[in-house]
């Protein structure tokens, strides 16, 4: 028998399981988010944790970052859990290299060798993976420290993020305004909208690079996952996970997931793209392409809680990654090892190495325009 949310939300509540009833520090549904302190990096800077719930769905945020520290979800029966990967003190964000729920920048993904040439004009950047720069080098996003404005209106509540990257920065060219905005709205679906400004002609792709398990964190792996992608092809790479240029059909190959299977359905198949990237770790070309409004990609199920993900947005592709370098070294909040393929990711993004393959879609901002990007989650118990 299916369970619709709202009767899965009504049933969480009878039990008690609100926030205030949990003690945690989440902030009343429909309220505006609240801040304690998480910690203070090396140089004292302080690090804050904001708190937010509305339509079922409750969320964690640090300053540092933008890191989705928490996201909790209701199973069948109304149960809560977290459903993200992550740490539970600033120390391990700040030693990590897994990017766990953070915001990327200047650039998610790879650019081959940190390089490419705009205007006539070569731009070295930050390589912080092999030979090439990965996710805006070695001090991207991720590792900054943003100004959180939280707010409640007609949209919901979230919290408004702004970060100003100075031109240079990690060798990106021109100074770029970022606001970056997370937003709960009353049906418990999250939603990013990123916005940029340059003074100089440059590179932008963002994501959120959240790792998932709608199982719970810490409690395992995702192959039983069922994952479903609205896109006929995928970018293939090189030895260094850089593209080829090539917009392959999956059709036949692992990578379909036209219809629904399992994220362990052919992971193992002995695949040369596999068996480079360890498991999944592509882009997807999406079949709608750039849209001025989210639409609809991707659905993410777990059969045993219940808990479903719905993405919808007006990116051209994403990366789908199946947590292929988690090892078992790093410990969640659970106290739980995090190990190969106990969390995936769908960002979504414009492609890899964009800035170096003139057939892709282009990354170029210029002074004048503004970069926009919109992105937004949607989630069931059933």
Request: charged share 20%.
């Amino acid at each position: 028998m299916e369970t619709s949310r709202r009767t899965v939300l009504a049933s969480a509540a009878a039990v008690g399981l609100t926030a205030a009833v949990a003690g945690t520090s989440y902030a009343s549904a429909g309220r505006t988010p609240t801040k304690e302190l998480f910690g203070k990096l090396a140089d004292g800077t302080k690090v804050y944790r904001w708190s937010l719930a509305n339509g079922g769905t409750r969320m964690k945020v640090l300053s540092y970052g933008g890191i989705v520290q928490s996201l909790e979800l209701p199973d069948r029966h109304g149960r809560y859990t977290n459903v993200s990967l992550g740490y539970d003190n600033i120390e391990a964000y700040v030693a990590g290299t897994t990017f766990f729920g953070a915001l990327i920048g200047r650039y998610g993904n790879r650019i081959a060798k940190g390089r490419f040439t705009l205007d006539g004009k070569t731009h070295q950047l930050s390589v912080n993976d092999g030979e090439n720069s990965l996710h805006g080098g070695a001090k991207g996003f991720d590792t900054r420290v943003w100004d959180v404005e939280p707010f409640k209106d007609a949209s919901g509540v979230g919290l408004r993020m702004r970060y100003t990257s100075v031109d240079g920065e990690m060798g990106y060219p021109g100074t770029l305004r970022v606001t970056v905005t997370y937003t709960l709205d009353s049906r418990g679906d999250w939603r990013i909208d990123y916005a940029a400004t340059t003074d100089k002609a440059t590179v932008v792709n963002l994501t959120n690079h959240t790792y998932y398990n709608l199982a719970g964190e810490g409690s395992g792996d995702i192959l039983g996952h069922e994952l479903t992608l609205a896109a006929g092809r995928y970018t293939p790479t090189d030895a260094g996970l850089i593209p080829t240029g090539e917009l392959a059909k999956v059709a036949g190959t692992p990578f379909d997931f036209r219809r629904a299977k399992t994220v362990g359905e052919d992971i193992r198949v002995s695949h040369p793209q596999l068996v480079t990237a360890k498991g999944f770790d592509h882009n997807w070309v999406l079949d709608k392409g750039i849209t001025k409004r989210p639409e609809h990609f991707a659905t993410l199920r777990d059969p045993e809680s219940g808990r479903g993900m719905t993405i919808a947005t007006t990116e051209p592709g994403v990366q789908f990654y199946s947590g292929n370098f988690l090892d078992g070294t790093l410990t969640g909040p659970s106290g739980r090892t995090y190990r190969q393929g106990d969390g995936l990711c769908l960002e979504t993004q414009h492609f890899p190495d964009s800035p170096n393959q003139p057939k892709f879609p282009s990354t170029v901002l210029r002074p004048g325009q503004t970069y926009r990007s919109s992105t937004v989650h949607g989630f069931s118990a059933r």
